[in-house]
Each structure stands twice: as C-alpha cells, then as structure tokens.
C-alpha cells in the first residue's frame, strides 16, 4: 500500500472513530484501531515523525463531537487560558485544561464551552500534569511516565497518543518520565512549518517557515522533523534537563536518560524556581523576580552533526539556507554553498525585571516561525488587579499588564528591584583539573561543570598567564549514560577559544607562552577536538596527541 493510500485509510479510520465516540471517556485512535491498553501505546502508530498530518494548523471538524464537560467541571475551568503550565496551557488552535485527571478542551479564543479530550483507557482520570506547544502534547501518569498526543494543534479527528519516547527517532518502547522531585517541566515543539506539503517550482527543496536566528545572526532552518523537547528543572532549580524523544531513554530497566542538559545561567549555578519552555526557547525565574532567556535545543547546540553543519569561524555575511532540505543537502553532500549554524549556541539573555508585583507562574509561547517570534508572560498584579505582565522576548523590549481578574495560582515572589540573580546561586562543583607540560607550562580549570559551556581555561608560563575558554558540546550518543561525572568517559565535542586579545598580544608574550598557545591551538582562533570527562581527569584529544589534566580537587 503506498503512502497516500495509507494516511487516506487512517484518516477515514480517525474520522469514523470521533463520529462513532460520543462518551466522555471514549479511547482514542491510531493506524491499529481504537487504543484501549498502555501496552498498545508502545507500539508504532501515528504520533512521531512526521508529527503532523497536516500543516498549518487546522481545526478539522471541530470539537464538536467531544462531549461536553459537565456542569460543575465547566465551573472549575478556567474562562480564559492566558499562561501556559502544568495544569492549562494553549496552542494557536486550543487551549486545553486539567482537571480531576482528565483532559479538556476549548477555543484558545475562549468564548465556548470545555469538551472533554478523548483518552486512552488507561489513562482516563489519571493524568497528573501536561504541557502543549504548537502541535504537540505531553502528558504525564502519577509514575512521571510521559505520553504524547500528536496533532494538537489539528482537528480531534487526528489527535493520537503514544507513550513511546527514545532512540531510534522515537521509536522505543519503554517510554521516558519526568522525576518526582523536578520543579517543573515544559514541552517545546519547534516547528518546521512547511505550509504545503507539494514541492515548490524550485527543485531540491520544500518551502518552509519556520527558521530561528544563530549567534552571527544567520537565519536558519529548522531540521526536517522539528525538534521536540521537554525540559525538566531540578529539584534544587539548578539543573534541566532535556528529553528529546529521538535520543536514548528507552531503558527497560531504568527509563529515563537525563544526562543531557542544558546549562542554567550563572554557569550552571542559577537557582530557578519555574520555568517555560516553547519553540525551542526557555525562560527560567528565581525567586527575586530576576528572569533569563534561551534560545536552545539538541541541534543548536552543535552536536547534531549528521544533519547540520556546525563551525566556530564567522558565518557572518554568508548567505543563510532557505529552508531544511538545502541545508541538509548540503550538510550530507556538499558544496557548502550556505551559512554553517554558528557556534558556541546562543547563551542566556537577561531580561528586565517586572515594575510591579509578580508570582513564578511564568509562561512563554510562539507567536510566529522566526526564533524572535516569542511572548513572555508573567501572572501578577498591578494597580490591585489581577492578570499578567507580558512583553516580546526580545530584552530591550518593555512590560506591559493585562488585567484578566482571574485569582493568583502561585504566591508572590519577592520581585525587589535590581539584579539579585547572584544571591540565589548552588554551590560550584569543587571539580579543578590541571596539567604541567615538560616545555614549563601548564594549564588548568576550577570548578568543572559537566553540562556548561565554556568552562574557564588558565594557561601560564612562568609568571605569565592567559585566560582561554573550552567550549564543550555534549555530542550524539547511541546508549543510556550517567546523569553526571563518573569513572566512565563523558563524551565531548570540544573547542579551545583564544580569545581575540591575546590573540593580538601574541607577538609580545614570552616565548614559553606563545610556544604553549600554539601547542593548543596552532595560529588559528579556534581549535575543534574530542574531549572527555570524569572524575578524576578531563582529556583533551589534540591533534598533536592527548593532553590530560588531572584532578587537583
């Protein structure tokens, strides 16, 4: 059966099954017929790539034949879903809200009534949080266990749910889970936007656009598939991690892998009390009102390198690709005719802070295809009245309030003015590293964070030294690894950064130390290698052999 022949035949399945369900907790649908079993929600079906049937988002037949929640249900739902969390959140097309372990549903424009969300068996009354972004939902079980519902931003004709998650590209079984202690968790869906699905009059390529903006400022295309990521605050909110469904998880023994992390502020040291995720782009809050964004996801970072090209030089003024199949293309088979992703990946952005009065529950969703596309809100109060703060994402932009009326769900933060992001910070590792060289130079660094990037290079000789940076990517792996350091190798795509002005300075350095700046980095202003970590070492595979720095604390 071809292609087309098979999404007709699901279609018309789907469509059978919504007109057929009528009861509140009726299952839902995927290729293999109604689900009434987690144990079939392991299996293939709709929900991974492709994410979506269709693009742009698309109500279908509308809610209509979803049942409409019941009285006193209607009365605890909100009349407006403004913030997105763990119990309400929205997309273009819905706003969808918990309640009692069930899911519901409305207009995101408001004005109509909840309609109760078509569950799988099992799962019905039994959801504890959830978290929606363009077109996709993730829910959770009172085990952490994350289920995803494709085509949320589609009519429920197409909805499907699946509780796979992990290497191979979303195919494993066992699933993943948020842990129980994390502070709070976010999906993000960056979306490819492809706004048909018939190839344009210029070969080689579909019209996209969804795109985001590297650190030269290039603009470029998001992968072929997205990018679906949840990330996962720690309990002490100074840690996320991110489970992305096409990395490894699926581990029957122990099903969540949660060694990929993206670094807090502060150099991992940021102590975060909630965070929202959307578009591939967080926003992180302490408990002073003090709020960072970043733009950030597995493929930014630098270490999807068998679809995308990365590199340390100046992509500025080359022309950026014009959609995800010219990239990829050129990534897998040259010429390198366009703009490589440039690194190191966009860092954290300091926002403003809030000129009124403000709770944690924060809130960042899409407003467009571009990465500058995003809206920050933030529940509040000003003037006695209760709504939310809200400005674009970009930082020079200033806060405005809208007053909704509705009731505060979190309590107020101590939102005192100036920075105070210093005075909520973990401890640091307590991780030094440092090597002597036969040539009477050595190098070090103090304080190791395994997930942040640069770590702190000083390089001396004699009484002469130099600061460099050591830009870490934590690189594609096939299997499961360890949460943080261990006696096992972690695995690093890595970079040595002599920053500019030592660079110029070269020619008058002492020759001992301009002899060692070679040895890590020849003449060049970036010198890319391998590099691995654990407790008691940090190896540096140069080209002219290993350097290995050795433990001093």
């Given amino acids: 059966m071809n292609v087309a022949r098979r999404v007709l035949r699901v279609g018309l399945a789907l469509v059978a099954t919504c007109a057929a369900a009528g009861p509140a907790h009726a299952d839902s649908a995927n290729v293999d017929g109604p689900l009434d079993s987690c144990t079939q929600l392991a299996l293939p079906g709709l929900v991974g790539p492709p994410m979506s049937i269709y693009t742009p988002p698309n109500p279908g037949g509308g809610l209509g034949p979803l049942a409409l929640a019941a009285g006193e249900v209607q009365a605890r739902l909100p009349q407006q879903v403004d913030l997105r969390g763990e119990r309400q959140g929205f997309n273009d097309q819905w706003a969808y809200a918990l309640d009692g372990g069930n899911l519901y549903v409305t207009a995101a424009a ?17 959801l504890t949080a959830f978290s929606v972004d363009g077109n996709a939902l993730m829910a959770t079980d009172a085990s952490g266990r994350l289920y995803t519902m494709g085509n949320a931003a589609h009519g429920p004709e197409t909805w499907a749910w699946t509780s796979r998650f992990g ?28 706004p048909t699905m018939i190839p344009s009059l210029r070969p080689g390529y579909w019209q996209q656009d969804g795109f985001w903006t590297d650190a030269s400022d290039n603009r470029q295309p998001v992968g072929g598939a997205g990018v679906t990521t949840a990330y996962v605050l720690s309990e002490q909110g100074n840690r996320i991690a991110i489970l992305d469904p096409w990395l490894p998880g699926g581990d029957p023994t122990a099903p969540d892998d949660y060694s990929y992390e993206m670094s807090t502020p502060k150099h991992g040291r940021f102590e975060a009390v909630n965070l929202s995720s959307a578009g ?58 366009y703009a490589a992703n440039q690194l190191p990946a966009p860092d954290w952005v300091r926002q403003p802070k809030i000129p009124g009065e403000i709770t944690s529950a924060v809130s960042i969703h899409q407003t467009g295809g571009d990465s500058s596309d995003r809206e920050l809100r933030v529940e509040g109060r000003s003037g006695g009245r209760t709504g939310y703060w809200h400005k674009p994402v970009d930082p020079d932009a200033s806060w405005s309030f809208e007053a909704t009326g509705a009731g505060l769900t979190a309590d107020l933060l101590d939102n005192r003015p100036g920075d105070h992001s210093d005075e909520t910070l973990a401890a640091p590792s307590g ?10 130079w050595t190098l070090g660094t103090t304080d190791f964070d395994y997930a942040a990037s640069p770590a702190p290079l000083r390089l001396c000789a004699g009484e002469a030294c130099v ?58 202003r970036f010198r890319e290698f391998k590099a691995t970590a654990t407790l008691d070492d940090l190896t540096l595979q140069l080209p002219g052999g290993p350097i290995v720095l050795r433990r001093t604390r």
Avoid at 485 to 514: C, F, K, M, N
């Fill in 280 to 337: 591939s782009t967080t926003l992180v809050i302490n408990r002073f009102g003090d709020m960072y964004t970043r733009l950030w996801d597995f493929d930014m970072s630098g270490a999807d390198d068998i679809f995308f090209r990365y590199s340390y030089d100046d992509q500025r003024g080359k022309p950026s690709a014009p959609n995800l199949s010219m990239d990829e293309i050129d990534t897998l088979f040259g010429p390198k005719a």
């Fill in 110 to 126: 408001g004005g109509e009534p909840w309609r109760q969300v078509w569950l799988p068996g099992c799962l019905a009354g039994k």
């Fill in 467 to 524: 600061d460099l940076r050591l830009h870490l990517v934590d690189g594609l792996r096939l299997l499961r690894a360890a949460d943080s350091l261990t006696d096992a190798p972690r695995e690093y795509l890595a970079a040595i950064e002599v920053p500019q002005s030592v660079l110029e300075e070269l020619p008058g350095q002492p020759p001992a130390l301009a002899a060692a700046i070679r040895t890590l980095t020849g003449t060049a």
């Fill in 431 to 440: 991780i030094d590293y440092g090597y002597a060289d036969p040539a009477q």
């Fill in 167 to 194: 290497s191979p590209i979303w195919q494993s079984p066992f699933g993943q889970r948020v842990r129980a202690g994390s502070r709070a968790w976010s999906l993000s869906w960056l979306d490819n936007r492809i």
